[in-house]
């Protein structure tokens, strides 16, 4: 909510929020294409003044962009609390998802996910399934493709998408702590 209408005052999730609050996404990438070498290319969710009213304060606070002399581009985000059975692989894939979607509109090659972490935990129904896990043999990480030219980040669908060489093991269940 608050990197598309940052300020905005929420109801719902039914409620349409078209042109309230600031839309933080379309000026980062707006600002990428025009001053890349910009120290300003933040997306940020903590928004002090509305934490009373959030079901949760946002865990991934802040991320930041870079524009490398070679026209790559790197995220750094900062998560203040990071659930590592669960929520850090999430934000792991969802964030580098999100540098590669903003590369592809500003016509830049992805670059370095950078994950910075505040309280890292593991809440103690998941230390089995982790100690499962971390038995696993690594497999080679996966490629992502973008399949479809897409000038805008609203114009993405998931047939855009392409995962080539990803290889699943089988599940571990793991249940979400509240």
Not at 57 to 72: D, G, M
Request: net charge negative; charged share 20%.
């Amino acid at each position: 909510f608050q990197w598309r209408h940052y300020g905005a005052k929420y109801i719902d999730c039914k409620t349409d929020y078209t042109g309230q609050g600031i839309d933080q996404l379309a000026q980062l990438i707006h600002l990428i294409k025009t001053d890349p070498d910009s120290r300003r290319l933040v997306l940020c969710a903590w928004n002090v003044s509305q934490i009373p009213e959030m079901a949760l304060p946002p865990c991934h606070v802040l991320c930041q962009f870079n524009v490398s002399p070679s026209k790559e581009l790197s995220c750094l985000m900062y998560q203040r609390s990071c659930d590592l059975g669960l929520g850090v692989p999430f934000n792991i894939a969802s964030y580098s998802l999100l540098t590669y979607m903003i590369a592809h509109v500003c016509n830049l090659t992805p670059g370095d996910f950078i994950h910075t972490m505040g309280d890292a935990h593991v809440y103690l129904n998941h230390v089995q399934p982790l100690l499962e896990q971390i038995q696993r043999e690594p497999q080679s990480f996966p490629t992502l493709k973008i399949v479809n030219k897409r000038d805008s980040i609203d114009d993405f669908h998931v047939d855009d998408f392409k995962l080539e060489n990803y290889l699943p093991e089988r599940p571990i269940k793991m249940q979400m702590a509240v």
